[in-house]
């Protein structure tokens, strides 16, 4: 069973398009995040949400709109769709706790270009 | 604020050397963690090693060692007898528990591109 699984895993599409990328963990974990990896390899945390409670927003532009309908679920809507968009989206979750289980587990990303 | 930074963009070595990656952060928390993630062409985020503030003794698993000196908040890897397969970006992220400093927050270095040679 995957433990953070995200769809799709590949997304092309043309500028000022609405696009949605699903994240499911199968976990029970508390908290969930959303990061995007821009060309550099960088990894910049988007969005955290603990039990379905909007936790952190890191300036993220309006057209950028999660959606957590339970723990299990974080999705991503990104509206406007503009070229500096395209990146990779990972999503990822992690218990709401500190302890010797810690870690966070991460989707396989889904590389999203816009043309 | 948590920060993590990773000093070394890339690096190369031969097969079966041993390499050391290096890790800085900055926080303010007592109790937190550090990891080591590592991240092939396949993009896939793996993890190879954590560390718990509270543990002095430094984490090991297999070929994979950190030398973890909190009062310097420093957390290098090393990675011995390197293979091919170790080719990847390695980051290094630190995780804070909820509480007062406000929600836990998983951030992550700039990452160091290592390349293993034959």
């Known amino acids: 069973d995957t433990a953070v699984s995200q769809t799709p895993k590949y997304l092309v599409t043309q500028m000022g398009n609405d696009k949605s990328i699903k994240c499911e963990q199968n976990l029970g974990h508390d908290t969930m995040y959303w990061y995007k990896q821009d060309s550099k390899k960088f990894l910049k945390i988007m969005f955290s949400?603990?039990?379905?409670?909007?936790?952190i927003n890191e300036t993220v532009p309006n057209r950028f709109s999660p959606k957590s309908p339970d723990k299990a679920h974080l999705n991503l809507h990104i509206n406007s769709l503009e070229l500096g968009d395209s990146a990779v989206y990972f999503c990822?979750?992690?218990?709401?706790?500190?302890?010797?289980?810690?870690?966070?587990?991460f989707g396989q990303g889904t590389r999203l270009t816009v043309v | 604020a948590q920060t993590v930074t990773q000093s070394q963009p890339e690096m190369s070595v031969q097969e079966a050397e041993t390499v050391t990656l290096s890790c800085t952060y900055d926080?303010?928390?007592?109790?937190?963690?550090l990891f080591w993630y590592k991240q092939p062409p396949s993009r896939q985020m793996i993890l190879v090693i954590r560390?718990?503030?509270?543990?002095?003794q430094n984490a090991t698993e297999n070929r994979f060692s950190v030398n973890f000196q909190k009062a310097a908040k420093s957390f290098s890897l090393k990675i011995s007898d390197s293979q091919l397969g170790d080719t990847a970006m390695y980051f290094c992220a630190f995780i804070n528990p909820p509480g007062i400093q406000g929600a836990q927050k998983l951030v992550f270095g700039q990452g160091t591109r290592l390349t293993i040679n034959p």
């Open positions: 949400y603990n039990n379905k409670e909007l936790i």
């Open positions: 560390q718990e503030a509270y543990k002095q």
């Open positions: 926080t303010s928390e007592s109790n937190y963690y």
């Open positions: 990822a979750s992690s218990q709401d706790r500190v302890d010797e289980d810690t870690e966070a587990f």
